[in-house]
Each structure stands twice: as structure tokens, then as C-alpha cells.
């Protein structure tokens, strides 16, 4: 009986010491912090392909979306997340425990993938995207999506009800470009592809999937087309045509305050 309780107390202070510990601070400033840190990222992004060839004895851990990641962030499991930029900003608003790291790096350019050699769709798309842009559409649609005010206004659909279907491929954690809003899928990159759809005699039908399957779904032909932040990368051209780019964003670091 002695023995027992001489161990339970023992074990009590080896709790009570383990619990006054004081975590290590990790200090996070810019890209070049990044290495040997655990770091989490979206599967299959740019931010995850920078952290494997570009980071030092980084500890990758992915993630089906950003979310996931800030919140193994706020938990604690993981010591930085690397997004793009406007996902990241939209993340860390409805977050106050969490900030942006003043030091944006790795530009890159979104387009939109089609099945290699579907050139008539190609074609249409990029047709489409040079129309908003010429006609001020396109300004509209960043004032709507991304405001200065931060006061999102979403437009009214474009949609040709009796049409054949045309399916968009996204993955719809990814705001301002597609998330949820409710049980409907809104955003940036779903009401440009609804004008894509219209302008190419097509009623849109959005499927929303994990981002590292995407390019997998076109391929095989579960989905038309891909609109979701992608970025032209060499490597997703071997796989997709893309589109002449629609938007030019940043990667930055999300890290705990």
C-alpha cells in the first residue's frame, strides 16, 4: 500500500512539473524563419511544393485546406502555415490569435485548366476572361470579392437555365475565390465561371473536391474545367492546359500572435 502511493505521488509532481514547462518560442519573421519549423500547408498547393523544395529540414504537414491548418496552428501543432495571400487574410479576420507575417514571397499567377488539347473551350475562356477585363466586369468582381472595406458584396448569378451543363471543378475552402456561404458555393472564381459557361452556351454546375484530386477529375472526365486559385505551374502543365492568367497573388506566412 505504501509502494502504490509513493508512486502515485510520484507520478502527480512528474504531472505538475510537466505542466509548468514553458513551451519554446518560435520566432517567425519572414521565408528565411522557416527552416527546420513545422509548417502546414494546403495538399497539393504551390505553398506545399515551396516548403518541400525550398525549406531547409521543414517538417511538412498538409492539410485538405487552409482552415485546417490555422486551426492546427491555433492548437498549437504546427508552428507556421504557408497560403496564398488573400485566403491567408480572410483566415486570420476570423481569427484574431492569428497573423499575417509582414514579408509576402513567391509570386505566382491563377488560371484555369482545361483537358490538354481541348482548344475550343481554351479558346472561349480566354475570350471570356479578355472581355471582363476590357468591359470592367472584371474590376467589378474584385470590388465585390475583395473590397477594401472588407464588406464582401456577392452579384447576382449568370446562368442560362436551358442549357447543357458544363462542370467546374473547385475546392471550396479557398476564400474569396470559392468557399460556402450556406449551402451554396460563392465566390471570385465561381461567378467568373458562370460568364465563362454563358458566354460558351453552357448552364454552370459547380463540383466542389479535395484540391490535390482535381487536376485527376479533369483528366478523367468527372469535371470541364478547372477554376480554384491554380497556379500555372511547369510542372501541372504536363498534365492541363491553362488559360492566359486572371489574377497575380502572393504566398505569405500565417503564424500565432
Known sequence: MKKTVLAAASLAAVLVLAGCAKKTQVTINGAEDLAGKTIGCQAGTTGELYVQEEVKNANLKSFKNGIDAALALKNG???AVV???LPAKEIVKRNPGLRIVDAAFASEEYAIAVRKGDSALLKSINNTVASIR????YEDLIGSFMPVDGEINIPGDY???????IKMGTNAAF???????????VGFDVTMSQLIAKDYG???EVVDMNFD????ALQSGAIDFIAAGMTATDERRQNVDFSEPYYT???????RK
Open 175 to 185: 476564400p474569396p475565390f470559392e468557399y460556402m456561404q450556406g449551402t451554396k458555393i
Open 77 to 79: 501543432a504546427i508552428d
Open 134 to 137: 476590357a468591359n470592367g466586369l
Open 249 to 255: 497573388s502572393n504566398q505569405v506566412i500565417i503564424v
Open 202 to 204: 453552357r448552364k454552370l
Open 213 to 216: 484530386g482535381l487536376i485527376a
Open 83 to 85: 497560403l496564398d495571400e
Open 159 to 165: 446562368i442560362l437555365e436551358s442549357a447543357p451543363v
